[in-house]
T-cell receptor, first 114, second 113 residues
Framework: DSGVTQTPKHLITATGQRVTLRCSPRSGDLSVYWYQQSLDQGLQFLIQYYNGEERAKGNILERFSAQQFPDLHSELNLSSLELGDSALYFC?????????????FGQGTRLTVV | GDSVTQMEGPVTLSEEAFLTINCTYTATGYPSLFWYVQYPGEGLQLLLKATKADDKGSNKGFEATYRKETTSFHLEKGSVQVSDSAVYFCALSPRTGGNQFYFGTGTSLTVIP
């Protein structure tokens, strides 16, 4: 158990809908990362937050947004969903946001868009 | 840009065989390098890491050495077990900026008794 909790574990929704994925980092970790894992694109970095502030941005679509709350949990919002958004979404956390810090991953949320 | 190139799979080995999974990287400066493992239905777990040239990371019988001259971080294990069956990801974290990881495509390993 990495200590990173993601909910829900599975989500099935229709095209055009909006969903929210939730992540609770390990106790004491200030940095949260979101990754998307799909068969065709592998593991792609989406976005990083550190202590409530956006730290780095990757291949995140404009339809997607994230935030980190004062209690350090994070939410990833996906809107106007398309079939191609079906993927496994991972959250990870680390104690610092600096380069080279190892990250601990949650078990992921599997999103299926039908 | 920064990237990781990883040996294509799948790889099938007999128990007690020697394992090598090749990983090379492209990066500006000297990144930190990692191997993560993903067991079926689970998230990624850190297997080992190295933060500077010539460092050797090791864990659970797995080893990888940070080779700056060949920009490589190959994963090795002398004697694999059935329980090592999983997908292995090589990753780098750049020295500057945030701490985003760039992952390889993953190598699926199956160990048969």
């Amino acid at each position: 158990d990495s200590g990173v909790t993601q909910t829900p574990k599975h989500l099935i929704t229709a095209t055009g809908q909006r969903v929210t994925l939730r992540c609770s980092p390990r106790s004491g970790d200030l940095s949260v990362y979101w990754y998307q894992q799909s068969l065709d694109q592998g593991l792609q970095f989406l976005i990083q937050y550190y202590n409530g502030e956006e730290r780095a941005k990757g291949n995140i679509l404009e339809r997607f947004s994230a935030q980190q709350f004062p209690d350090l949990h994070s939410e990833l919002n996906l809107s106007s969903l398309e079939l191609g958004d079906s993927a496994l979404y991972f959250c990870a956390s680390s104690d610092r946001g600096g380069a080279g810090t190892e990250a601990f991953f949650g078990q992921g949320t599997r999103l299926t868009v039908v | 840009g920064d990237s990781v190139t990883q040996m294509e799979g799948p790889v099938t080995l007999s128990e007690e065989a020697f394992l090598t999974i090749n990983c090379t990287y492209t990066a500006t400066g000297y990144p930190s390098l990692f191997w993560y493992v993903q067991y079926p239905g689970e998230g990624l777990q850190l297997l080992l890491k190295a933060t500077k040239a010539d460092d050797k990371g090791s864990n659970k019988g797995f080893e990888a050495t940070y080779r700056k001259e060949t920009t490589s971080f190959h994963l090795e294990k002398g004697s694999v077990q059935v329980s090592d069956s999983a997908v292995y990801f090589c990753a780098l974290s750049p020295r500057t900026g945030g701490n985003q990881f760039y992952f390889g495509t993953g190598t699926s390993l199956t160990v048969i008794p």
